[in-house]
């Protein structure tokens, strides 16, 4: 079992619509979660993070937390196609652990 | 406040050579962490230094070494280059105190011929 997975997609949604992007995790003592945007050819770039049960909004983004399902997904309210990009979830356990990465979900907002 | 320098970006190589790639983390982060990017794996974590020691280190064969530099910043050496290594190699930093988010560099792309 993979210690972090998400769909690698491609999870197509017309523009304006909200993209859910989903991350299970495995290590049930984990407790930071963090979520970057990846534009292809470019780095990782921070988004979201969290580390309480329960939802977190910056802006567009709102990021959901369950850890008693060990779960961690990401909505993107009104998509618009610059948030073209894969998106990585991030998990690290507690400690000075290291974090694990997904493979990233591919989200493809159409126009 | 800049952000994580990695130089060169890029780099081709042959086969049996060796390449040392440089990072330099955002100021006042302590921690920096190395992952090897490929199409088909994602990133592959190598290992991290936080305060010249190394912290954490991934599944790596022993080609791949690094160090970190009492001004934070790291390099990273890769011995007897094979094909394979042909990757983007990312370097990221944080305080690497609790809780705190790593910051990407842009990246060394590497190509081994």
């Known amino acids: 079992q993979k210690e972090v997975e998400q769909n690698s997609g491609p999870l197509s949604v017309p523009e304006g619509a909200i993209a859910s992007l989903n991350c299970t995790y495995s290590?049930?003592?984990?407790?930071?979660f963090f979520w970057y945007r990846q534009y292809s050819g470019k780095s990782p770039e921070l988004i979201m993070f969290i580390y309480s049960n329960g939802d977190k909004e910056d802006g567009r983004f709102t990021a959901q937390l369950n850890k008693a399902s060990q779960y961690v997904s990401l909505l993107i309210r009104d998509s618009q196609p610059s948030d073209s990009a894969t998106y990585l979830c991030?998990?690290?356990?507690?400690?000075?652990?290291?974090?694990?990465f997904g493979t990233g979900t591919k989200l493809q907002v159409i126009p | 406040k800049a952000g994580v320098t990695q130089t060169p970006r890029y780099l081709i190589k042959t086969r049996g050579q060796q390449v040392t790639l440089s990072c330099s983390p955002i100021s006042g982060h302590r921690s920096v962490s190395w992952y090897q990017q490929t199409p088909g794996q994602g990133l592959q974590f190598l290992f991290e230094?936080?305060?010249?020691?190394?912290?954490n280190k991934g599944n790596f064969p022993g080609r791949f070494s690094g160090r970190q530099f009492s001004n934070s910043r790291s390099e990273m050496n890769v011995s007897t280059l094979e094909l394979g290594d042909s990757a983007l190699y990312l370097c990221?930093?944080?305080?690497?105190?609790?809780?705190?988010?790593?910051?990407f560099g842009d990246g060394t792309r590497l190509s081994i011929l």
């Open positions: 290590d049930r003592g984990s407790q930071s």
């Open positions: 230094y936080f305060s010249e020691t190394q912290r």
């Open positions: 990221a930093s944080s305080s690497g105190q609790g809780n705190q988010p790593q910051h």
């Open positions: 991030a998990v690290m356990p507690g400690g000075y652990q290291k974090v694990t």
